[in-house]
């Protein structure tokens, strides 16, 4: 039965160059056995299937779950994803991608009745500590089931019984599939080589590589596109024709990976031209002095400024901040996924414009529409859309846009709320996609079934217009703290675990708290308040009791938050009373950020714990900033600091008190004791003095903090000279002693006046 069903739905999957999707439903041997046999009927050769699974089902490309992102950029006739130990909505997405047109994509489950409830290893992962695997509930897999029952081109077999629930036949009605072979390539003498059109397959791809010319010159092109559509291989070929000139041309992606069908298409390009010199994992290189080069997102964007062109792939899979370094440079393309498990172009799109109109820079926009690896319409893409609401979207702009702090509802919602209200459950999502870049499809299975996560929004005449993604964090036992003290990692305890294993303060997991994962208002109601609203209704649920068993009293202790810090975010924050206890030594490989972590205590017990991790801060911060955070933005620098109350004692002696008042009034030198200079700084810095402007700030942070050389300083903070710099640190310290020096400072300063 298996056989005749599986020969039948690959040759309808042929004929209309569309996937198919197979379910094998039963035991683990049932289905490793099926999953050959059918590959088999289905005459696909062992060389064009992957299996991914951690352990041996059949004859085919063998890849662990955990590198499933390795088919990111591939093309497969078949791809077997093996669910019994754990079901991995990231996977599944990217298994996906990887099928190509006339291709069977191969789900081995467990029965589709018990699969929701069946012990997984999805279930270890959301288990954050002090919950366990008995309080992860079986929601995404359930309505994943539901899916798989109810959409076209999925056929369910099961392996146990032998029996055929559903053939997954479509029976389209014929197509015809025209080709446009008229559309007429630039012919000018600024066009790309003719080689580089004909590699394209269809007329959307032309039309991409042509509008790709105007990186000769100071152009931006945003191309945007599903999956399958060609967008990386248009980026590619029209790389590849800079190349073929001279050209310098930097890539970039949220990793190697992501960028490898950048390269291979110029590598080919290159080669068919005659004019391919070398062709390496990050670089290619042409006969005419030319070269395409990768390099991580951190490092590209300090480098941009080196090469003739830039080429960001999967730029919605990047933070705003690192892509706007980019508009800095030279001629520059985005290209970006449409409906993406790692960013979306809408997402960038709206995070994105802001400052692409900052910049001041015209921008050329190109969608891509057209399937390449498989037709328009192809019922797996529809699948994996629903199944992992890679369409979904926040309500439309119309519906929100008078939404303000005064005419909303704060409401909660449980998984069986949004379960019950598919629209709510897509508004909801859709807004946390449409707002942040990292949200994916294991996000929505944390939503879903994660014991200690829950969901918050702000609603305008019924539509989620703000929601907030939160996570309860600590209330941890003594034997897990002292675990976590000697090393042992915690699960989905990010400020506790911190506090514990890097600044070794072993009561950090007892307190109660609840950390925002995630954060969006919709961006036609965006700057009124609507966040800060939300913030504050959280703060004063949680400070009562909240879902969650809360600390001694009952109540959550603290909202906590941690995010790649950048100016606007850190005042974001500490306008709704968020105060800084961590700035992170090193930079996040995708965003480039240094991760800051942020509390607004509650009670007794979470000022306790606010009070000393902010001291400590205080305490080692200099320090730091002088050594792993001498690049640290000065801003970035000012926002932390600005956002602690934390004590900061001066203790400064009368001789040092002399050495800074000489040095603002007088011939005194700050390097001849730059300790006092240090301590004074933080103190400045955490309480604001008015008469210091930002770039007196920046100047504080540069020298005394960071301990940057004078010309360095000099040049970062486009002073006219050391001297004038050496000056002008001078000037910046006469308001601080006359606030702080007392009377040694006093009588010191007024030697000079």
């Known amino acids: 039965m298996l056989e005749p069903a599986v020969r039948a739905l690959r040759e309808e999957a042929l004929a209309t160059d569309e996937r198919r999707l197979l379910v094998l439903a039963g035991s683990r041997d049932a ?31 063998e890849l662990p779950l955990d590198a499933s992102s390795s088919l990111l950029g591939t093309t497969r006739s078949a791809v077997v994803l093996d669910c019994h130990d754990e079901t991995r909505p ?41 919950f366990t695997t008995d309080a992860v509930t079986g929601n995404f897999r359930r309505r994943l089931v539901e899916t798989l029952r109810a959409h076209l ?59 790709l010319e105007v990186l000769r010159d100071a152009g931006v092109v945003v191309l945007s596109a599903d999956r399958g559509r060609g967008k990386s291989s248009a980026a590619g070929l029209a790389a590849g024709s800079l190349v073929a000139e001279g050209r310098r041309v930097l890539v970039t992606a949220p990793g190697a990976r992501n960028a490898r069908e950048v390269l291979a298409r110029a590598t080919e390009l290159l080669e068919s031209l005659g004019s391919l010199e070398a062709a390496e994992d990050r670089r290619v ?41 980019f508009l800095d440079g030279p001629p520059v393309a985005f290209a970006t996924t449409v409906h993406g498990y790692e960013g979306t172009g809408r997402g960038f799109d709206v995070r994105f414009r802001d400052r692409l109109a900052e910049s001041g820079r015209e921008a050329t926009d190109v969608t891509m529409t ?110 897990r703290r002292r675990r976590m003290y000697d090393g042992e990692r915690v699960r989905g305890n990010m400020l506790p675990d911190l506090l514990t294993s890097q600044l070794r303060d072993e009561a950090a997991g007892d307190p109660v708290g609840v950390r925002v994962l995630r954060i969006a208002t919709h961006h036609a109601a965006r700057s009124r308040g609507l966040g800060s609203r939300l913030l504050d209704e959280v703060a004063n649920e949680m400070a009562a009791g909240g879902p969650w068993d809360g600390g001694r009293d009952g109540a959550v202790d603290y909202l906590g938050v941690g995010y790649g810090a950048t100016p606007d975010l850190l005042r974001f924050w500490r306008e709704n009373a968020f105060r800084s206890v961590h700035l992170s030594s090193t930079r996040n490989d995708r965003s480039g950020e240094h991760s800051a972590l942020m509390m607004r205590p509650l009670t007794d017990a979470g000022h306790a714990l606010y009070d000393r991790s902010a001291t400590f801060l205080i305490r080692r911060l200099p320090s730091v900033l002088a050594d792993a955070l001498d690049d640290a933005d000065p801003d970035v620098v000012r926002g932390v600091l600005s956002a602690t109350d934390a004590p900061v004692p001066l203790d400064l002696s009368d001789r040092e008190w002399r050495v800074v008042a000489s040095a603002a009034y007088g011939p005194g030198m700050y390097d001849a004791a730059p300790r006092p200079f240090r301590r004074l700084a933080t103190r400045a810095l955490v309480e604001g ?27 970062d903070l486009d002073r006219i000279s050391k001297r004038a710099t050496m000056r002008a640190l001078g000037d910046a310290y006469q308001p601080l002693v006359d606030r702080y020096g007392g009377r040694v400072g006093a009588e010191e300063a007024a030697r000079y006046r």
Not at 98 to 111: E, F, I, R, W
């Open 90 to 130: 990231n996977a599944i997405g990217r298994a996906v991608g990887a099928v190509d047109g006339g291709g069977l994509l191969v789900l081995c489950t467990p029965p589709l009745d018990t699969w929701p409830t069946a012990p997984d290893g999805l279930a270890d992962a959301l288990a954050a500590p002090p």
């Open 689 to 715: 003095v008015e008469e210091l402007d930002a770039d007196a700030e920046r100047l504080l942070v540069r020298k005394v903090l960071q301990a940057r050389d004078w010309e360095w300083v000099a040049d």
């Open 31 to 61: 289905t490793a056995e099926a999953a050959g046999r059918a590959l088999d009927a289905a005459e696909i050769p062992t060389a064009e299937r992957t299996v991914l699974a951690d352990r041996r089902v059949c004859p085919a490309e």
């Open 153 to 211: 081109g999925v056929a369910i077999y099961d392996a146990d019984a032998g029996t055929l629930e559903r053939d997954g036949l479509t029976h389209p009605a014929v197509r015809i599939r025209w080709s446009d072979d008229t559309a007429a390539e630039p012919t000018g003498e600024d066009a790309f080589p003719a080689a580089a059109y004909d590699a394209c397959l269809t007329r959307d791809q032309r039309d991409a590589v042509s509008a």
């Open 285 to 325: 290189a042409s006969t005419t002095g030319g070269e395409l080069r990768f390099h991580d997102p951190a490092s590209a964007a300090a480098s941009v400024g080196a090469y003739d062109v830039a080429v960001v792939d999967e730029a919605a899979a990047l933070p705003v901040e690192t892509l706007a370094a």
């Open 370 to 479: 057209e399937p390449i690896r498989y037709a328009a319409g192809d019922p797996v893409e529809v699948w994996a859309f629903r199944a992992l609401l890679l369409d979904a979207r926040p309500a439309v702009d119309p519906l929100v846009r008078d939404a303000t702090p005064g005419a909303v509802e704060y409401r909660t919602f449980t998984a069986a709320d949004l379960l019950a209200d598919e629209n709510r459950l897509r508004e909801v999502f859709g807004l946390l996609v449409l707002a942040h870049y990292r949200t994916e499809p294991d996000d929505l299975a944390r939503l879903l079934d994660a014991p200690n996560v829950a969901v918050r929004a702000l609603l305008y005449d019924g539509h989620v217009v703000a929601v907030a993604l939160l996570a309860r964090e600590g209330g941890l036992s003594a034997d």
